[in-house]
């Protein structure tokens, strides 16, 4: 029996009104995504990329078509469904870090395990562990403003683990940071997938980087042209 995707969207579409123009950023788009699968989702800027993602991560709701994840159909789910989806399965990262200045590597991981309702972990235990998985061990103790760039993002990815979800969600993660770090960042992303049986879907710009994912899906004017 074939396997049933961790993610399938379908017809799926986005449209903003533009004046008098209705503008179709995702545009009838379908996938399907397997677990434990690593995914790119390449295209110029403009083309839908970050649009589809928060599609997907229900971070958005469509115009129309449906996603679901877990076979669960998201698109009708009211916000407190959302928000358990979200919290349960899903785990995101973003360019910018998003990290809390005040707090250090530690309690930045921590934080989101200290308001899980799984209670499945010990939060600085947890955190710990996935600091150091991520070669950060010397670095527990520093604020996101003590850490590089790379370090920083590899700060939100172990935070975007904490609480163990199945599917981790990348936009850009590597586009504020240089060739090494920005490399440093996909092997971490590889090593999630390898590690864990994470599925991870990766929006960038990079075609090089978006290369090294199990497939590569390239956006154009919101459809999929490969």
Do not use: Y
């Not at 998003?98 to 209670?119: H, R, T, W, Y």
């Not at 920083?152 to 993660?173: C, S």
Request: hydrophobic share 40%.
């Amino acid at each position: 029996m074939a396997r049933k995707p961790v993610i399938e969207a379908t017809d799926l579409r986005k449209e903003f009104r533009l004046g008098e123009q209705i503008i179709a950023a995702v545009d009838g788009v379908d996938m399907e995504i397997q677990a434990s699968e690593m995914v790119s989702i390449v295209g110029p800027s403009g083309s839908g990329k970050s649009t589809l993602l928060g599609l997907i991560g229900g971070l958005d709701s469509p115009s129309s078509g449906s996603i679901a994840i877990d076979q669960v159909e998201i698109s009708s789910l009211n916000e407190r469904e959302l928000t358990e989806i979200r919290n349960q399965k899903l785990g995101f990262i973003f360019q910018f870090f998003n990290l809390i200045p005040s707090l250090s590597a530690l309690e930045n991981v921590a934080l989101p395990i200290q308001f899980s309702k799984k209670g499945q972990f010990e939060p600085d235990q947890r955190a710990k562990e996935l600091l150091e998985r991520f070669g950060l061990v010397g670095r527990l103790d520093h604020r996101p403003g003590q850490l590089s760039g790379g370090e920083q993002q590899r700060v939100a990815i172990a935070r975007a683990l904490a609480n163990n979800p199945p599917i981790l969600m990348a936009d850009e993660p590597t586009g504020n940071l240089n060739t090494e770090a920005g490399q440093q960042v996909i092997d971490s992303l590889k090593q999630v997938r390898d590690d864990f049986g994470t599925t991870v879907i990766l929006v960038t710009h990079d075609s090089l980087l978006a290369g090294q994912a199990d497939r590569t899906l390239t956006l154009v004017d919101g459809q999929f042209i490969s």
